[in-house]
């Protein structure tokens, strides 16, 4: 997706213009990973543009940046209206939001001494992440586990393991990568969780390698109401390759069928019935039309 600029972007309180929102080439962050950040979605509805589980999100920015034992300057209020009033400045409908919080300039030493810690919101215009279904290979690369990092924590670090599973998968001529953990289980996506249906159950990899991302808890909760059990359990990869279906999930993803996996075809090599019903169900959701959900929207006007 090509990338569409808005007008402002919130820096420490501020609202700077697009082409000023620089940092200097010796912020922290950028020699040792020391950020953590968030992705949010917000969607246009009836009534405004819905940001989709922001207090969620924040939770878990504060979460992360705990873990990297970093003190943000503001609140979570503060971050929320002010996610709110770039929404608005920027007039974003359909969109996504990056929250980052970084070690900034102060010294070169890995131990961040003196560092200042900055804290910036991005909002840019987004639709679908992903209009196709996926086909996915199995990584070399093991997704951190416990000992590595802290669990649950979106640390920018981190994504070096990501990203290196992005371009072997793409190099190979695949759409997405699938991460095991240390034991030998699915973990997840570089980026997204996995789900599977088999015999009519949801199941997700109960794994401490994976983040448990706030679309799957939705999308457990949402099955459970629709009369699907969906529950986790450790998932091994030949589970996965003989799922009925699989989908992976995300704030950006959304829900995206997977229709292979190391070119074994999973089911008819089609989008699954229960994986549409699902996605279906979601889309209403976050547009605003199911009013048993709206506690997980939050208005920026
Ligand atoms: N796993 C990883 C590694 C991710 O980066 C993401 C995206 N935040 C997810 C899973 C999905 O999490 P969420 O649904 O909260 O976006």
Redesign the pocket.
Known sequence: MVLKTTKFIWMDGKFVKWKDAKVHVLTHALHYGTAVF??IHSYKTGKGTAIFRLD??ID?LFHSANALSMHLRFTKNQLKNSIKKLIKKNKIGDGYIRPLAYYGYGDVGVFPRNVHVNTAIITVPWEHYYSKDLRVMTSKYE?HSEKSTVFGA?ISG??AN?VLAMHEARKKGYDEALMLDNEGYVA??????IFLVKNGDLITPDSRS??H??????IMAISKDMGIDAYEKKVSLNEVKNADELFY?????EIAPVVSIDNKKIGNGKAGRITLMIRDKFYSIVRGKESKYKKWLAYAN
């Open positions: 968030e992705g969620e999100h878990r997704r979106k981190n994504y990501s997840e996506g570089p980026a997204e969780n994976s983040l991302g706030i679309t799957r808890n939705s999930c995300g704030t950006a993803t």
